[in-house]
């Protein structure tokens, strides 16, 4: 698995969005979004939302084509099973 984190719901949003466009999604098989939307995407406690994905999600061209530079920019902010497992039971207390 590989954790995220990112403070802009817009950004986060906007990524959505995109990968669900390159996969089709919603499509005929059930799946309306490739990844939780940020209205109900699990957050921590200082409100950014956290993501756990596969590890091969960061492998497929749509995802790869982005991450690194969101990344490197900053905008996103990968962290470690334990800070996400922390923060996502941080923010249900």
Known sequence: MRYFRTA???????????????WGNPSDKGTETCIEPAATAPRDSQGR??????????????VAGVLPGLLEDGAVEEVTAAEYKAAVAEAIQ
Do not use: P
């Open 49 to 62: 939302i956290v993501l756990a994905v596969d590890d091969s999600f960061a492998e497929y061209d749509a």
């Open 8 to 22: 802009s719901d817009e950004l986060y949003e906007g990524i959505r969005l995109q990968l669900d466009a390159a």
